[in-house]
């Protein structure tokens, strides 16, 4: 997407690193546990890159215009014209190192949609006084990304300039983009592929929970009494879902993993009733078994347990005109 593989980046960390192919790896599998299996291996070894200091980009990138859809993870210097959709409100927040504010805002273009976090005050202030609100234009420079390749996040630091209504721009009106799938059977599956499966759904597991930070959405750890954040200090968490389950297409069957709002979509109801009182899943769980579904997302490897898994993006349920139509198109593609 950006001129520069994955190879390519494992080889300018050895280089500029001396570190090994396998420590690379090691680094790279660290990351996508950290993030919860939701970052592909080329976002995760760009986060990985950005962490050495190790520049992925030549400076002649760095005056590079972006589309909000091309925005990895673990980028620096990216520059993108976007329209505001919604503002959050302003949090106050507290670390060991740092005190501050911070505002979360979802800006997007007509190739998608991300969010941008301000960090400066300058900016938070026109925030305050409504002057950055919904309809706004942003021209945004010099941010850097975080996030997932599921949930991509900007951030605005001290190096960030923003620029509010700039002469002369115009932006598309925002759309959350579904990207293109390749359809694939499961037998086939590898490695980092984005595709779409369809198949039946022959096993589903209790759903689980884990804590996360509500200004930013990863995951935070207890440190002592309370709640951390890497970024953001003490934290309340939220709760966010994940279930696994197994989809069989009669070519193979692979382990689907669903977080969040995919988890409320596919049982049809906020799973958070279920946290406490998992025994009440069982009726749900009989209910889905058998159903067939379509299922866009990327193939992960987790090492792990040393086995593939599906990372889902967009779930739909097939009825029995949708079968119909795949095996006619299925048919239709042999001759």
């Given at each position: ?117 301000l960090w ?32 991509p996040e ?113 049982i049809g ?67």
């Amino acid at each position: 997407m950006y001129g520069i593989s994955y190879e390519e980046i494992v080889k300018k960390i050895k280089e500029e690193k001396g570190i090994s192919e396998q420590e690379i790896e090691i680094y790279v599998n660290k990351k996508l546990e950290q993030y919860g299996d939701l970052i592909s291996k080329e976002g995760a070894i760009h986060i990985v890159a950005n962490e050495l200091r190790v520049k992925v980009f030549d400076d002649s990138l760095s005056n590079r215009k972006f589309k909000v859809s091309n925005v990895l993870p673990g980028m620096n210097f990216v520059n993108v014209d976007v329209k505001v959709v919604s503002v959050g409100d302003v949090r106050s927040f507290k670390t060991e190192k740092r005190e501050g504010r911070v505002v979360n805002i979802v800006v997007g273009d007509e190739t998608g949609i991300v969010r941008l976090v301000l960090w400066d005050e300058k900016y938070i202030a026109l925030v305050e006084k409504g002057e950055i609100k919904s309809g706004e234009i942003l021209r945004v420079k010099n941010a850097y990304s975080r996030g997932t390749d599921v949930f991509p996040e900007l951030h605005i630091g001290s190096r960030g300039v923003i620029s509010l209504n700039p002469e002369g721009v115009e932006v598309g009106e925002p759309v959350m983009m579904k990207k293109s799938f390749l359809k694939k059977k499961i037998v086939d599956l590898k490695d980092n592929d984005a595709v779409e499966i369809a198949g039946t759904l022959v096993q589903v597991f209790e759903p689980r929970f884990y804590n996360s930070c509500s200004s930013c959405g990863k995951k935070v750890e207890m440190d002592g009494t309370f709640f951390k954040c890497s970024l953001h200090g003490q934290v309340t968490p939220v709760d966010v879902p994940i279930i696994n389950i197994f989809l069989d297409d009669g070519s193979d069957n692979v382990r689907v993993v669903l977080f969040r709002d995919l988890v409320t979509k596919l049982i049809g109801e906020n799973p958070i009733k279920y946290k406490d009182n998992p025994a009440e899943f069982e009726g749900i769980r009989n209910d889905m078994l058998g159903k067939q579904y379509r299922i866009n997302g990327r193939v992960n490897r987790n090492a792990m347990f040393d086995r593939v898994e599906f990372m889902a993006q967009e779930i739909s349920e097939l009825n029995a005109q949708d079968l119909a139509d795949d095996i006619l198109k299925e048919i239709d593609s042999k001759f």
